[in-house]
Nanobody, 125 residues
Framework: QVQLVESGGGLVQAGGSLRLSCAAS????????MGWFRQAPGKEREFVAAISWGGISTYYADSTKGRFTISGDNAKNTVYLQMNSLKPEDTAVYHCAADPSLHAIVHVIGHVTYWGQGTQVTVSS
């Protein structure tokens, strides 16, 4: 079992930055692919970014590429999402996820095994 707890959300003005953290417990993250997803009111949960176990590869949604950066610290069992140049359309609950399969994280949201409860990010215009 892997337990994931997100933190770092909040209210920020458009153009601002936030850094989200996802702390894992239960098992080391070194053998899991990790990802960030978001869900806005009335919309489906969508992929934001992913990192392979070992941090060798990263993947981003087109809407976040160039603005968001995912990174991991295996020693702290924590994954981060640095969000810059935030836009009102980035407003959502952001969820951390873990799965042995990077393919599941990036392409098959229904197969992702572990989820955090989420942290709210609100970007004002």
């Amino acid at each position: 079992q892997v337990q994931l707890v997100e933190s770092g959300g909040g209210l920020v003005q458009a153009g601002g930055s936030l850094r989200l953290s996802c702390a894992a417990s239960g098992r080391t993250l070194s053998r899991y692919a990790m990802g960030w997803f978001r869900q806005a009111p009335g919309k489906e949960r969508e992929f934001v970014a992913a990192i392979s176990w070992g941090g060798i590869s990263t993947y981003y949604a087109d809407s976040t590429k160039g603005r968001f950066t995912i990174s991991g610290d295996n020693a702290k069992n924590t994954v981060y999402l640095q969000m810059n140049s935030l836009k009102p359309e980035d407003t959502a609950v952001y969820h951390c996820a873990a799965d042995p399969s990077l393919h599941a994280i990036v392409h098959v949201i229904g197969h992702v095994t572990y989820w955090g409860q989420g942290t709210q990010v609100t970007v004002s215009s």
